[in-house]
């Protein structure tokens, strides 16, 4: 009788351990289940996090601030109209000299005295002359061209090859172009540069040489 119920205690125990054992080995399962979940979850928590990091990243990097336009200028015109002056034409009278503000004079009003041409060309017209640039991006140098011979040389129709002609054109669509250069002064001659040559004055003789394309040509005045 002590045999079996030895027998029967060993069993006993025996069953007991191997419930423990498969119990200990169910208990890994989920945790490796749980592990491989966790661990293919991981990446993709990482991936999106680099994303977003890299959308900032490009989204700082492309981020731009827009370049401040030059503040407007109102001064009075023709019969105390107020004129508006903007962009580059606004920066150039703002920076202007006594003596070119002088011989300027006051702004002429109306829309054919000022405004944008067909070739994007900015300008505005003064009693004494006219302030012009090649367009009206912020940034873009405007000059100014007082009356006189050489503006009345700039403003002779020419044709392309810049001879005087009554079919040609004037002015920043003529072949001299818009100037690149206010009118300076040296001695007794002065000269303005435009895109594709130079108009120069000899104030004491009165000549006027008009250059097109480095070839001296009529200069079209009487």
């Known amino acids: 009788m002590r045999q ?4 029967r205690i060993e069993f ?4 007991i351990a191997v419930i423990v054992v498969a119990a200990a080995c169910g208990g890994d399962a989920t945790s490796d289940d749980t592990a491989s979940q966790v661990s293919s ?3 993709a928590v990482s991936e999106s996090a680099a994303a977003t990091s890299g959308d900032a990243t490009t989204g700082t990097a492309v981020e731009t601030t827009p370049e401040a336009q030059p503040a407007a200028v109102k001064i009075a015109g023709e019969r105390d109209e107020v004129v508006t002056l903007a962009g580059p034409i606004a920066v150039k009278y ?5 003596a070119q503000k002088d011989a300027l004079g006051q702004p002429l009003t109306g ?11 900015v300008f505005q017209q003064f009693q004494g002359g006219v302030i012009i640039a090649k367009n009206d991006a912020s940034g873009t140098p405007a000059y100014i061209i ?3 011979k050489i503006r009345d040389a700039w403003n002779t129709e020419r044709a392309l090859d810049g001879t005087p002609s009554l079919t040609g054109k004037n002015g920043s669509p003529g072949p ?16 303005a540069s435009f895109e594709h040559g130079k108009v120069t004055e000899n104030t004491q003789t009165g000549e006027v040489t008009v250059t097109v394309n480095g070839r001296t040509v009529p200069s079209g005045l009487k």
């Open 12 to 15: 006993v125990a025996g069953l």
């Open 94 to 98: 703002t920076s202007a000299t006594d």
């Open 4 to 7: 079996i119920a030895s027998r």
């Open 176 to 191: 001299l172009g818009v100037p690149t250069s206010d009118v300076t002064t040296d001695g007794a001659v002065q000269e």
């Open 111 to 121: 829309d054919h005295n000022a405004g944008t041409r067909e070739n994007g060309v």
């Open 146 to 148: 007082t009356s006189g």
């Open 41 to 43: 979850a991981a990446p």
